[in-house]
């Protein structure tokens, strides 16, 4: 799926950049590793849920909604 329409950059570009690596990067460290740099920005926020996806899967996220992803309902209401 493409999460950012001005970089044409996909889901599986930003998991791809992540790695294994748990550590959270910003999206402008992310767009910065792919060569590119954010311009509307309307992206990020669906970035940021990715990169906390990402972590939650590589086991840093306990599932106990300390993180955006977790709190993603409450965050889009
Ligand atoms: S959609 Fe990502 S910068 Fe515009």
Redesign the pocket.
Known sequence: MI?????V?SDRDIRERLGDSPSRRSPGALFRQLGCE???????RN?LATIDQHRATAGECAGEGACDSCRADELAA
């Open positions: 999460l950012c329409s001005c970089n950059l954010p311009k509307c920005g309307r992206c990020i970035i």
